[in-house]
């Protein structure tokens, strides 16, 4: 994971305090009082967390303090496990092309659009979307169902097919998992 970094908006009275015992805090401290270089600086960072007194509806991963006076310590808690919340979410996450599966709520969006998914179909997008190659249908027995390969059984083009008729309901997109004669593919 990166480098955490908090920034601190429009509160300078916290900047200062947070810096003075900054070497004891596992996280980058800075400070921002105008939103263009705030912007700025947060386009170039992947794991950060904007801190201030007031909330602020254009702005991402923003933590509000708003409930004074806080203990020092309980303050570099809720930081933490904010930016443990950030980090679970963000390993939740998982895209394939234009396509964002939610690990969590086992769903495949796309815009606005959600269609929940079964672990069985998450897992055997992600397996395919991993291959640059065809995958076969001994291969997914094996590796997304634990089957033996000479056991025969139609459990894979079966759920594939089911798979591929929801996302076709619900995104119209007939291209999505491609059949091969050697396998299945994701593009």
Do not use: A, C
């Amino acid at each position: 994971m990166s480098v955490k970094n908090l920034i601190i908006y429009k509160f300078n009275p916290l900047y200062h305090i947070l810096k003075e015992i900054g070497s004891d805090l596992n996280f980058n401290i800075n400070s921002e009082d105008n939103e263009n270089s705030l912007n700025d600086k947060i386009k170039n960072l992947d794991y950060y967390l904007v801190l201030s007194n007031k909330k602020y509806s254009d702005i991402r991963n923003q933590f509000l303090l708003d409930n004074l006076p806080i203990n020092i310590f309980k303050l570099i808690e809720k930081i933490n496990i904010e930016f443990l919340k950030q980090q679970f979410n963000s390993q939740s996450e998982f895209k394939i092309n234009q396509y964002t599966i939610n690990l969590n709520s086992r769903e495949l969006m796309l815009n606005d659009l959600k269609l929940k998914l079964t672990e069985k179909e998450i897992n055997t997008i992600i397996y395919v979307s991993k291959s640059n190659k065809p995958v076969s249908i001994n291969e997914l027995q094996e590796k997304v169902w634990s089957y033996q390969s000479d056991m025969e059984t139609h459990t894979v083009e079966t759920h594939v097919y089911r798979l591929r008729k929801k996302i076709l309901g619900k995104f119209s997109d007939n291209q999505f998992i491609i059949s091969k004669k050697d396998g299945y593919q994701i593009k």
